[in-house]
């Protein structure tokens, strides 16, 4: 299995801004993934990250508003940009192991005000 | 939209008690996989069942996965505090994985 660090682990931010959300895996991955989850809900994918090349996004999802970096196979962030209090939620990095299962990392919890 | 059903959304256990939970699909799934978040935790892997009628066990915890592959439940027998949380079951969309919409179980002591 992977280990999997997420920064920060928690933030407060002011609507306007933007936050990035560090990911960083102990092994080297072909694809990262990042997740959404708002409380009490399922996760919804937001973008699928691969080394080299754009992320792929989920319907409802753009890159003005989520931008992704992926710099090398270990790492990767999230921008949540122009911040609202409807972006309030938890945001998890995840990656997919050779048998398919996948492993989180310990979640960003941003609030909004 | 999600691809696998999950219900019931919430599920109240005495503890001591058994208790399942479902995952249905319209379509025949190459495998599904269940997870599970505690409060303020994140989702860990639990298990991925493969083969029609495949049944694993985990201690309390039996996973089976439906002869046509469409369906697959989680049962717990004699409830602890411990198993307090969100299962969820997930089953592969191509490359991604879509989760289904989760229950989420508390325990009475």
């Known amino acids: 299995s992977a280990v999997i660090s997420q920064k920060p682990s928690r933030d407060i931010c002011q609507r306007g801004t933007s936050l990035t959300i560090q990911c960083q895996v102990d092994?080297?991955?072909?694809?990262m993934f990042w997740y959404r989850q708002q409380p009490g809900q399922s996760l919804t994918l937001i973008a699928t990250a691969n080394q080299g090349s754009e992320a792929t996004y989920e319907s409802g999802f753009v890159i003005d508003k989520f931008p992704i970096s992926r710099p090398n196979l270990t790492f990767s962030t999230l921008t949540v940009s122009n911040m609202s209090p409807e972006d309030s939620s938890i945001y998890l990095c995840?990656?997919?192991?050779?048998?398919?299962?996948?492993?989180f990392g310990p979640g960003t919890r941003l609030t909004v005000t | 939209g999600q691809q696998v059903m999950q219900i019931p959304q919430y599920q109240h256990v005495q503890e001591g008690e058994d208790f399942t939970t479902y995952c249905n699909s319209s379509?025949?799934?190459?495998?599904i996989q269940w997870y599970k978040q505690r409060p303020g935790g994140h989702p860990v892997f639990l298990i991925q069942?493969?083969?029609?009628?495949e049944v694993k066990k985990q201690k309390r915890l039996t996973f089976q996965f439906g002869e046509a592959k469409k369906n697959s439940s989680l049962h717990i027998t004699a409830t602890q505090t411990t198993d307090v949380g969100t299962y969820f079951c997930?089953?592969?969309?191509?490359?991604?994985?879509?989760f289904g919409a989760g229950t989420t179980v508390t325990v009475r002591a």
């Open positions: 997930a089953a592969p969309v191509g490359y991604k994985l879509s």
């Open positions: 092994s080297q991955v072909t694809m």
């Open positions: 995840s990656v997919r192991s050779d048998f398919y299962e996948q492993y």
């Open positions: 379509t025949t799934l190459s495998n």
């Open positions: 069942l493969v083969k029609s009628g």
